[in-house]
């Protein structure tokens, strides 16, 4: 069955932003690690934001000061804030636990950064 599923991607002009939604299972929400990851045309997958099952964060140095991501326990969702958006950005965004788990790895939800 499907234990996560991403949102929230688009075409954004640069400087934009975006939120994406990463919907979990609860006794994935509730026990793991959570993290964004994000693989861009001819460049490996790559976390770039995480948030332990208490709260705290830990941003890429590629994306501090831009991106925020957070939790919402009642709902059991992953957030991922994205500002002032550069083109690149452009990268297919993945949520999953930290660290990965093969199984996880769904879809992803594409961002695009043009004008």
């Known amino acids: 069955q499907v234990q996560l599923v991403e949102s929230g991607g688009g075409l954004v002009q640069p400087g934009g932003s975006l939120r994406l939604s990463c919907a979990a299972s609860?006794?994935?929400?509730?026990?793991?690690?959570m993290g964004w990851y994000r693989q861009a045309p001819g460049k490996q997958r790559e976390l770039v934001a995480q948030?332990?099952?208490?709260?705290?964060?830990n941003i890429d140095d590629s994306v501090k000061g831009r991106f925020t991501i957070s939790r919402d326990y009642a709902k059991n969702t992953v957030y991922l804030q994205m500002d002032t958006l550069k083109p690149e950005d452009t990268a297919v965004y993945y949520c999953n636990t930290v660290p990965a788990l093969q199984r996880y790895w769904g879809q992803g939800t594409q961002v695009t950064v043009s004008s």
């Open positions: 948030i332990t099952h208490e709260g705290r964060t």
């Open positions: 609860e006794d994935i929400f509730r026990f793991y690690n």
